[in-house]
């Protein structure tokens, strides 16, 4: 058996070194159940940005004025909430992020040359670079942000009330079936493809 030695508070310490301690512990069928599942709703914590979800639930009771939406201008006003709610979950999908060489986190924009470093003059080197170009991936995701972040907004009472204050039954029920229905497949979309990306809003990886 081999004998590793570690130096602790200045004295030599003797322990025998397991190589099984390296290795990755078994996992039961019901523990990688519960990883995939806590992995999938990680996932799918990416499709919106909290940011932007949050901005629209503080501002819209404000700018609707609980739904009443008293003029044109209210209604004005929260068409361009939603506008650059939207535009803000479409754009974000297109960002990501790395570690430089001090270890600080940069972030950028992806292009289809690689990534724009838009917080540093840290420039990759042409094989970094490549890693995070453009993908057809990422065009899908943007606009399944956009499809869900609108059937978050059908689902708010404050819109719904501004734009469709009587609503007719077929109106309900379209409200009710649509949203929910973008909801669940770009959630199966989203858990099938997943992103890579670590961009602004989203957790960072360990790398």
């Not at 940011?51 to 209604?75: D, M, N």
């Not at 979950?89 to 992806?110: I, P, W």
């Not at 978050?152 to 109106?171: G, I, M, Q, R, Y």
């Not at 929910?180 to 602004?200: D, N, W, Y």
Request: hydrophobic share 45%.
């Amino acid at each position: 058996m081999d004998i590793k030695v570690l130096v602790q508070e200045g004295a030599e310490i003797a322990q025998p070194f397991l190589e099984n301690a390296l290795q990755k512990p078994a996992k039961t069928p019901g523990q990688k159940a519960m990883r995939k599942t806590f992995k999938g709703t990680a996932h799918l914590a990416r499709l919106l940005p909290t940011g932007s979800v949050l901005a629209f639930q503080i501002l819209s009771p404000v700018l609707t004025h609980e739904g009443q939406c008293r003029s044109i201008t209210s209604q004005t006003m929260t068409l361009s909430l939603l506008a650059m709610c939207g535009l803000a979950c479409f754009l974000l999908c297109f960002t990501d992020s790395f570690r430089d060489a001090r270890g600080k986190v940069r972030y950028g924009m992806v292009t289809f040359k690689g990534l724009w470093i838009m917080d540093s003059a840290v420039e990759l080197s042409p094989e970094e670079a490549a890693k995070y170009k453009l993908r057809f991936i990422d065009v899908l995701h943007a606009f399944m942000s956009i499809l869900v972040f609108g059937a978050v907004s059908l689902f708010d009472k404050n819109v719904v009330k501004c734009f469709f204050p009587t609503p007719t039954d077929e109106a309900k029920d379209l409200l009710i079936g649509v949203p929910a229905t973008i909801g669940v497949i770009c959630s199966i979309l989203f858990l099938a493809f997943p992103s890579k990306r670590h961009g602004i809003g989203c957790p960072l990886s360990r790398n």
